[in-house]
T-cell receptor
Framework: GAVVSQHPSWVICKSGTSVKIECRSL??????MFWYRQFPKQSLMLMAT?????????EQGVEKDKFLINHASLTLSTLTVTSAHPEDSSFYIC????????????FGPGTRLTVT | AQSVTQLGSHVSVSEGALVLLRCNYS??????LFWYVQYPNQGLQLLLK??????LVKGINGFEAEFKKSETSFHLTKPSAHMSDAAEYFC????????????FGAGTRLAVHP
């Protein structure tokens, strides 16, 4: 099946700094990718839809200037958490639909962000 | 608007017992329905999906689910639980087509005891 990777798998940063998380589709092209946030023992909340070559679409309540999304190529989307604060600590997961079975999404392994 | 309700945030079964995880959905159009499993500190893995056609769908690891339109349900079952089934399970719905966003239920944590 299709593979989606994320890097890094975990990161610790100081409050006020920025962190970039990468999401890659390894064996297929993805014009769309999705970014989710998951708090401990909770469900996944969709943050934004990343669109290759155009601006991301953010869900209501998600700060565009804080969570910068760039989808520069058909295999890479990045999420940058700017001026991170402890409340941004969370598990961030990306997903991508494949072209062959467009109703299936493949999920990355997630990135654990801890802001100290 | 679409929504998903998973009844029971925690389910505990004995090894070898039937597993039943409940999911009800709300959708204004025929939904696409999914069950995903998540192991600790990992991403989500697709167990099974319903799009159209046969309402009883079989997935990986012996799981299956039945789409019941009249009950707006998509419950997940497995005849005999294994210790390795212990994980978090999420039901999700989409309007159709992978380019539409998934709406997830709150999740059900399955515990399997000897």
């Amino acid at each position: 099946g299709a593979v989606v990777s994320q890097h890094p798998s975990w990161v610790i940063c100081k409050s006020g700094t920025s962190v970039k998380i990468e999401c890659r589709s390894l064996d297929f092209q993805a014009t769309t990718m999705f970014w989710y946030r998951q708090f401990p023992k909770q469900s996944l909340m969709l943050m934004a839809t990343s669109n290759e070559g155009s601006k991301a679409t953010y869900e209501q309540g998600v700060e565009k200037d804080k969570f910068l999304i760039n989808h520069a190529s058909l295999t890479l989307s990045t999420l940058t958490v700017t001026s991170a604060h402890p409340e941004d600590s969370s598990f961030y997961i990306c997903s991508a639909p494949t072209g062959t079975s467009s109703y299936e999404q493949y999920f990355g392994p997630g990135t654990r962000l801890t802001v100290t | 608007a679409q929504s998903v309700t998973q009844l029971g945030s925690h389910v505990s079964v004995s090894e070898g017992a039937l597993v039943l995880l409940r999911c009800n959905y709300s959708s204004s159009v025929p939904p696409y329905l999914f069950w995903y499993v998540q192991y600790p500190n990992q991403g989500l893995q697709l167990l099974l999906k319903y799009t159209t056609g046969a309402t009883l769908v079989k997935g990986i690891n012996g799981f299956e689910a039945e789409f019941k339109k009249s009950e707006t349900s998509f419950h997940l079952t497995k005849p005999s639980a294994h210790m390795s089934d212990a994980a978090e399970y999420f039901c999700a719905v989409s309007l159709g087509g992978g380019y539409n966003k998934l709406i997830f239920g709150a999740g059900t944590r399955l515990a399997v005891h000897p």
